[in-house]
């Protein structure tokens, strides 16, 4: 009698989760009649995590570029092969020479994160006053390409796409702040960090009133650091962009904090750290800041740097950019029902190359979601609707509103959001929405928005 009681249970409860996957299906359907989808695409996957369910799929194996959704994988993957313990480390060394004066080095390894501050720190090992022969950048961790294959030219100054190399001072970017002074004067300006790598011209006029637009810009076609400012100046204007090339900037602006403190550096140069030097600081960065900046921030340079770590998994110096993508493709065909054909080509999704279905990022999110560890760090570091990161404006008075921990994704034609959802009996659903082909990021957001609702709305 209790076997048939609980069959007819079962039953019933599997009865209950049809009808709410056929409303679903129902309110979604309404959605793609929006004439939005005239001229433009979506692919999209539903899985109730709580129920192990595949509530809703629409061309959910379509092969589409999944822009910075692309961060999700790239951070699964990097806390399942490298662990939440791992560490991105710059170190500084010592070696005296024939002359008896000192060499130091300094070794990176793509710390996302390292900062101006971080140099101070690391600088406070060294005695003040200290003659250093040369300044050594040791680049040697990865090789020279620093842009992924796809990834578009004309995207440089911008500080989503700065030149990758193994030392990278804020994020290999100056922030340039501009603010009118006097009518008719040039506008004040101010830059962080502070260099002689870079030039400022400016050209700009305060509360001009010829017209012209004011810009912030270097020519960069040319790897000239020269920025100029021009143009009418009437409100402060910021603009961080990056700078060419990022070892030279980061030991250029190393060698003037270091004269700060009276130690006197005759050269820079770049080599190889001698097996003899000796270790005077390390900086430890853990991977889970890496993860949460690139996740929350949508940071490309995080992204790229957990992508490296991925392929010096395995010893072998200097790591090529393509190492950690086949990685994740290797990880993703041996733990997901990954499909025969799809394509990894860099970290961030800034490549034209990537493609990837809706169907397999829900088969990552449900990975993630398994490991307690790899969960708390994944949900913690996506932006949540209406609160933060890149979802800080999106669902407010909605259902939606505080129950959506997402990550977006935006280049030209492409708009697309996967995380979490949290359903009002407590189920959290795994969703991918791609969309490919429209012009209009912000009507999409919107019909995005519309469908989170209706994904937070309902009992499944």
Same mark, same amino acid.
């Given at each position: 009698?209790?076997?048939?009681?609980?069959?007819?249970?079962?039953?019933?409860?599997?009865?209950?989760?049809?009808?709410?996957?056929?409303?679903?299906?129902?309110?979604?359907?309404?959605?793609?009649?929006?004439?939005?989808?005239?001229?433009?695409?979506?692919?999209?996957?539903?899985?109730?995590?709580?129920?192990?369910?595949?509530?809703?799929?629409?061309?959910?194996?379509?092969?589409?570029?999944?822009?910075?959704?692309?961060?999700?994988?790239?951070?699964?993957?990097?806390?399942?092969?490298?662990?939440?313990?791992?560490?991105?480390?710059?170190?500084?060394?010592?070696?005296?020479?024939? =002359?008896? &004066?000192? *060499? %130091? @080095?300094?070794?990176?390894?793509?710390?996302?994160?390292?900062?101006? $501050?971080? !140099?101070?720190?690391?600088?406070?090992?060294?005695?003040?006053?200290?003659?250093?022969?040369?300044?050594?950048?040791?680049?040697?961790?990865?090789?020279?390409?620093?842009?992924?294959?796809?990834?578009?030219?004309?995207?440089?100054?911008?500080?989503?796409?700065?030149?990758?190399?193994?030392?990278?001072?804020?994020?290999?970017?100056?922030?340039?702040?501009?603010?009118?002074?006097?009518?008719?004067?040039?506008?004040?300006?101010?830059?962080?960090?502070?260099?002689?790598?870079?030039?400022?011209?400016?050209?700009?006029?305060?509360?001009?009133?010829?017209?012209?637009?004011?810009?912030?810009?270097?020519?960069?076609?040319?790897?000239?650091?020269?920025?100029?400012?021009?143009?009418?100046?009437?409100?402060?204007? =910021?603009? &961080?962009? *990056? %700078? @060419?090339?990022?070892?030279?900037?980061?030991?250029?602006?190393?060698? $003037?904090? !270091?004269?700060?403190?009276?130690?006197?550096?005759?050269?820079?140069?770049?080599?190889?750290?001698?097996?003899?030097?000796?270790?005077?600081?390390?900086?430890?960065?853990?991977?889970?800041?890496?993860?949460?900046?690139?996740?929350?921030?949508?940071?490309?340079?995080?992204?790229?740097?957990?992508?490296?770590?991925?392929?010096?998994?395995?010893?072998?110096?200097?790591?090529?950019?393509?190492?950690?993508?086949?990685?994740?493709?290797?990880?993703?065909?041996?733990?997901?029902?990954?499909?025969?054909?799809?394509?990894?080509?860099?970290?961030?999704?800034?490549?034209?190359?990537?493609?990837?279905?809706?169907?397999?990022?829900?088969?990552?999110?449900?990975?993630?979601?398994?490991?307690?560890?790899?969960?708390?760090?994944?949900?913690?570091? %996506?932006?949540?609707?209406?609160?933060?990161?890149?979802?800080?404006?999106?669902?407010?008075?909605?259902?939606?509103?505080?129950?959506?921990?997402?990550?977006?994704?935006?280049?030209?034609?492409?708009?697309?959001?996967?995380?979490?959802?949290?359903?009002?009996?407590?189920?959290?659903?795994?969703?991918?929405?791609?969309?490919?082909?429209?012009?209009?990021?912000?009507?999409?957001?919107?019909?995005?928005?519309?469908?989170?609702?209706?994904?937070?709305?309902?009992?499944?």
């Amino acid at each position: 009698m209790k076997h048939i009681i609980l069959c007819f249970f079962c039953f019933t409860q599997f009865l209950c989760t049809v009808g709410r996957a056929q409303n679903l299906s129902t309110q979604i359907e309404a959605l793609l009649s929006d004439p939005l989808f005239d001229d433009s695409d979506v692919s999209i996957a539903v899985y109730d995590l709580d129920a192990d369910t595949m509530l809703y799929t629409h061309r959910a194996q379509k092969l589409c570029r999944p822009a910075s959704v692309m961060k999700i994988i790239t951070s699964t993957v990097a806390l399942k092969r490298l662990g939440c313990d791992y560490t991105v480390d710059t170190h500084l060394y010592s070696k005296e020479n024939v =002359s008896g &004066k000192h *060499n %130091l @080095y300094i070794k990176g390894s793509i710390d996302p994160l390292f900062s101006e $501050e971080d !140099l101070l720190q690391m600088s406070a090992a060294l005695p003040e006053g200290m003659e250093v022969d040369t300044l050594f950048a040791d680049c040697t961790f990865m090789d020279s390409i620093h842009w992924g294959p796809g990834w578009s030219w004309d995207d440089t100054p911008w500080e989503f796409q700065p030149y990758i190399s193994p030392l990278m001072l804020n994020g290999g970017c100056v922030e340039v702040c501009a603010t009118p002074s006097s009518p008719g004067a040039p506008p004040t300006v101010e830059c962080r960090p502070q260099s002689d790598f870079y030039t400022i011209a400016n050209e700009a006029v305060s509360h001009g009133k010829r017209g012209e637009k004011f810009t912030i810009l270097r020519d960069w076609l040319n790897n000239s650091n020269v920025i100029r400012l021009r143009g009418d100046c009437n409100a402060p204007k =910021s603009e &961080k962009m *990056n %700078l @060419y090339p990022s070892q030279d900037f980061f030991i250029t602006v190393m060698r $003037e904090r !270091l004269a700060e403190r009276g130690i006197r550096i005759s050269n820079i140069a770049t080599s190889t750290t001698p097996k003899e030097a000796t270790l005077i600081a390390i900086k430890q960065r853990p991977i889970c800041d890496i993860i949460h900046e690139a996740l929350m921030e949508s940071n490309n340079l995080c992204a790229e740097a957990l992508s490296y770590h991925l392929g010096a998994l395995y010893g072998k110096f200097p790591v090529s950019q393509k190492r950690g993508p086949d990685i994740m493709e290797g990880f993703l065909e041996y733990n997901t029902k990954a499909p025969e054909r799809f394509n990894i080509a860099d970290g961030s999704g800034l490549s034209l190359y990537t493609y990837l279905s809706a169907e397999m990022l829900v088969e990552v999110l449900k990975l993630a979601h398994t490991d307690t560890i790899a969960r708390d760090i994944i949900i913690a570091g %996506l932006p949540q609707s209406g609160i933060s990161g890149t979802m800080k404006h999106r669902t407010k008075n909605t259902p939606a509103y505080k129950k959506i921990f997402a990550k977006t994704g935006t280049v030209k034609g492409v708009c697309t959001l996967a995380g979490y959802a949290q359903t009002p009996n407590g189920h959290t659903l795994a969703f991918v929405i791609l969309n490919q082909g429209s012009m209009e990021p912000r009507r999409v957001r919107n019909w995005q928005d519309k469908l989170c609702n209706v994904l937070c709305e309902n009992r499944y």
